[in-house]
């Protein structure tokens, strides 16, 4: 079984307590369908298990299929530059079959984050190496392919459907489930 080779930390992208009793790591890719369904699921996620689940996002932009997919997580990683990673995160996966720059400055309007400075992140070499550095974490841990999970560090691998996600957290201490 594969395990996560770059281990959580600030750096990442966390909803929740790293301390929580589950911490789920996803690598995805905001153009990917699989991805799009996988994001409703995670929303499902944390609002059974709440402060039992924390949430780490890495980015894995599949470039060759998804031709949006590193314009739409450069745009995530600008916003993150400013404290709203999470609102960018949910907006481009919630109008992932619009992804373009009118839906990237349109959002910028709406974080009221400046559209100017999105030009000058989309050509920003430190937002590609942040991009490229999920991007490697992933492949050393056995990412081929998104959305990829890791419970607590372990690869899973849903065999039927993302739904399996939930025993999968049960099994690993999140049973401390809200009703």
């Not at 301390?19 to 609002?47: K, N």
């Amino acid at each position: 079984m594969n395990m996560l080779s770059v281990p959580v930390s600030a750096d990442d992208h966390v909803q929740g307590e790293l301390t929580a009793p589950v911490v789920l790591v996803e690598y995805a890719d905001y153009q990917c369908p699989y991805c799009g369904e996988a994001f409703s699921l995670v929303q499902r996620l944390q609002q059974r298990f709440g402060d039992s689940l924390c949430v780490v996002f890495r980015n894995f932009p599949l470039v060759q299929s998804h031709p949006q997919a590193l314009p739409a997580a450069i745009t995530a990683e600008y916003a993150a530059s400013h404290g709203k990673f999470w609102e960018a995160h949910d907006a481009l996966f919630r109008n992932q079959q619009q992804l373009g720059e009118l839906v990237y400055r349109e959002l910028m309007r709406e974080l009221g984050l400046p559209e100017d400075g999105l030009a000058a992140a989309m050509d920003n070499p430190a937002n590609l190496q942040r991009i490229q550095r999920d991007v490697e974490s992933g492949m050393r841990s056995g990412v081929s392919g998104t959305p990829a999970f890791f419970i607590n560090g372990r690869m899973f691998q849903p065999q039927r459907s993302f739904e399996e996600l939930y025993d999968a957290i049960v099994e690993a201490g999140g049973n401390q489930a809200t009703r």
